[in-house]
């Protein structure tokens, strides 16, 4: 079975980048046709799909946080990174690693991190 674990610092200061990277096991991240994403939840708002890195390392980014997002990968360690720069306290949120099937409709996400709770503050 896939699994997916989200590591990294659970306090970051307005302007600062926040890094988190997510661990892959059972699958690799180069298997043909897998997408890797990164979604987030802030406290009493819905899921925001942010970006994510297919298997043959293209990266595809939300128009609304494309200007501030990087996400990159470590194939010899089967993990995938997201940077996130000059935060504020409004991307305070709960942070989510997540395959993605690009060909599904029905579910779009088979597997996903527990997630990670990140706060910007000073």
């Known amino acids: 079975q896939v699994q997916l674990q989200e590591s990294g610092p659970g306090l970051v200061k307005p302007s600062q980048t926040l890094s988190l990277t997510c661990t892959v096991s059972?699958?690799?991240?180069?298997?043909?046709?897998?997408?890797w994403s990164w979604i987030r939840q802030p406290p009493g708002k819905g899921l925001e799909w942010m970006g994510a890195i297919a298997y043959s390392g293209s990266t595809y980014y939300s128009p609304s946080l494309k200007s501030r997002t990087s996400i990159s990968r470590d194939t010899s360690k089967n993990q995938f990174t997201l940077q996130l720069s000059s935060v504020t306290p409004e991307d305070t949120a709960v942070y989510y690693c997540?395959?993605?099937?690009?060909?599904?409709?029905?579910?779009?996400?088979?597997?996903w991190g527990q997630g990670t709770h990140v706060t910007v503050s000073s």
């Open positions: 997540a395959r993605t099937v690009v060909t599904a409709t029905l579910r779009p996400y088979d597997y």
């Open positions: 059972g699958g690799s991240i180069t298997t043909n046709y897998y997408y």
